[in-house]
C-alpha cells in the first residue's frame, strides 16, 4: 500500500539481501535477477519482491525522513515500563524471565493462560507489546486479501460457507482477479495479496499456475489461501511465483480437529503444513480461539504447536458462531480471549510475525488497535469486491462487508501512524 517504505540493498550474501531504512537493517531472501548492492527494493514477508526506480524510491524516502523517526518515538513511548506491581506472583515470576529474555516453559504459558482480573490482563499485554517492539521495532506489514471463490468441498462445523451450508456462491474470473489485484497495486500501493478461497476444484492446477504467473509479473508478494490440495499443485504454484502460503491447523486437539473437520485429520494437515515449508513457502499458520471442548491446556498446545511449525507468521481467529452451522449456539470468543492469546503467543515466540485477523474487528471497532498494542504487528485488509463480500460469509455480520477499500485504508494508515508503526519490511 501507499503506506510503504523502499529500503536500499546494503549487502548481499548468496541469496539473502541485507536491507536498510533509515539505518535500521532487515535480512530477505533474493528472489528477483539482477540485483545489485545500491538498488532500491520493496520487500514483504522476509521477500524482495521489487525493484524501485532510484528516483522514485528517493522521492518516497524524502517524504519519511522525518516521519519514520517521529513514529518510532511514538511506538517506543507506547510500549511502556512493566507495571509488574499489579500481578500475582506467578505470573510476576514467568514475566520476569520475559525480561530476561529467557525461553518461557509450558508451565509458564499455562500461568499465563489461567490470567482473568483485567488489570493482570493489561501487564501481559504491555509486555506482549515491549517485547514486540524490542524484537521488531515498529515495523508492521500490511497485506491485501482478495476472496476469490466461496464454493468449498469441505464442511468443517465452524465455518459459513461450508458445503452444507444453503448460500448464495460466486467465483471470480482470473480477469477479474488481475482487475482486482492490479487497482490494489496502482492506486494503493499493496506489496502483497492473498488470494483465498474454500476448497474449490473447479480452479484446477492449470489455471491457478496461469493466475499466479500473471500475477507475479505484477512484483508482488504473492500469498495463497486455497485449502488442502496436492503437494505436486503447491510446488507447481511455487515454481510459478507464488511464495506465502496461509493454512491453519485450527486446533492441536485430534478428537476436537476430527469432530469439526469431518472427514480430514489433524495429521493429514500438519503434514501439509510441514510440506508447504519444506518447499519454501513463507509459512501463516496458526488455530481458532474458543472451540468448544477446548480446555485451558488445548490453548497453550495450540500456541507451542504454532511454534514448532516455525512460520513466518501466526494467525489466530476467534470463533464467531455462524447460523446455519452445527456450531451456532457456541459461544463467541471473547476479544480478551483473543488478545491473551496473541500476548502469550508473543512472549513464546519473540520474533514471531503476529497477525491481526479481520474476524477480530468484527469482535470490536477497537480490536485491531488493541491487538497491535498486545504483541501483534502485522496486518490484512480486504480488497474483495463489494458485491462478493457479503458472499464470504465464514462467520456472521463480518465487519469488513460494509467497508470500501479506500476508507479502510485511510482508517488503517491513522491506526499505524497514531501507534507509531512504519511499514518497513520485518524481515526474516
Ligand atoms: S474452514 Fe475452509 S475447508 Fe472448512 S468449510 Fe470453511 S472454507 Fe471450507
Redesign the pocket.
Known amino acids: 500500500m501507499c503506506y510503504a517504505i523502499p529500503a536500499k540493498v546494503i549487502e548481499i550474501k548468496k541469496n539473502i539481501a541485507v536491507l536498510d531504512y533509515f539505518g535500521e537493517r532487515r535480512n530477505v531472501v533474493l528472489d528477483l535477477p539482477d540485483i545489485q548492492i545500491g538498488d532500491y527494493v520493496f520487500a514483504q514477508g522476509g521477500i524482495l519482491v521489487r525493484k524501485v526506480d532510484e528516483k522514485e524510491a528517493l522521492a518516497v524516502l524524502d517524504t519519511w525522513k522525518d516521519l519514520f523517526f517521529e513514529l518510532k518515538e511514538i511506538d517506543q513511548q507506547l510500549a511502556r515500563p512493566l507495571q509488574s506491581e499489579k500481578l500475582s506472583g506467578n505470573a510476576l515470576a514467568v514475566l520476569q524471565k520475559v525480561n530476561l529474555k529467557q525461553a518461557l516453559t509450558k508451565e509458564d504459558l499455562l500461568v499465563l493462560s489461567a490470567l482473568t482480573d483485567q488489570k493482570e490482563l493489561s501487564v501481559l499485554y504491555e509486555v506482549a507489546n515491549q517485547v514486540r517492539q524490542r524484537e521488531h521495532s515498529n515495523a508492521s506489514c500490511v497485506h491485501g486479501i482478495i476472496e476469490f471463490s466461496n464454493y468449498?468441498r469441505?464442511?468443517?462445523f465452524y465455518?459459513g460457507?461450508?458445503?452444507e451450508r444453503a448460500i448464495e456462491r460466486y467465483r471470480m474470473t482470473e480477469a477479474e482477479i488481475l482487475a482486482v489485484t492490479k487497482q490494489a497495486i496502482d492506486e494503493y500501493g499493496f506489496k502483497a495479496i492473498v488470494l483465498q478461497s474454500?476448497?474449490d476444484l473447479y480452479y484446477d492446477e492449470d489455471q491457478l499456475e496461469r493466475l499466479v504467473k500473471a500475477l507475479r509479473q505484477l512484483g508482488i508478494l504473492i500469498f495463497l489461501s486455497i485449502?488442502v490440495r496436492p503437494v505436486a499443485t503447491y510446488k507447481k504454484l511455487y515454481a510459478a511465483g507464488a511464495r506465502a502460503a496461509l493454512m491453519r491447523f485450527e486446533t492441536s486437539n485430534p478428537a476436537i480437529f476430527q469432530q469439526l473437520?469431518p472427514n480430514t485429520t489433524l495429521d493429514e494437515r500438519l503434514a501439509l503444513i510441514r510440506e508447504l515449508k519444506k518447499i519454501g513457502y513463507v509459512l501463516a499458520t496458526g488455530f481458532l480461539i474458543g472451540l468448544p471442548n477446548e480446555q485451558p491446556e488445548d490453548l497453550v498446545n495450540n500456541i507451542l504447536l504454532t511454534k514448532e511449525l516455525e512460520p513466518e507468521m501466526y494467525s489466530f481467529g476467534p470463533l464467531i458462531p455462524t447460523q446455519d452451522t452445527p456450531l451456532v449456539h457456541a459461544p463467541t470468543t471473547s476479544v480478551d480471549q483473543v488478545l491473551k492469546t496473541i500476548a502469550i503467543a508473543r512472549l513464546a515466540s519473540p520474533d514471531a510475525n503476529i497477525l491481526v485477523t479481520t474476524a477480530l474487528e468484527t469482535l470490536s471497532p477497537e480490536g485491531k488497535r488493541q491487538a497491535l498494542l498486545a504483541g501483534a504487528n502485522s496486518m490484512m485488509i480486504n480488497l474483495t469486491p463489494m458485491q462478493y463480500r457479503p458472499l464470504y460469509s465464514?462467520y456472521d455480520n463480518r465487519a469488513c462487508n460494509q467497508q470500501e477499500v479506500a476508507s479502510n485504508i485511510q482508517a488503517t494508515v491513522q491506526l499505524l501512524r497514531d501507534l507509531g508503526r512504519a511499514p518497513m519490511d520485518v524481515g526474516l
Open positions: 468449498c469441505g464442511d468443517c465455518c460457507i461450508r458445503r474454500g476448497e485449502g473437520r465464514i
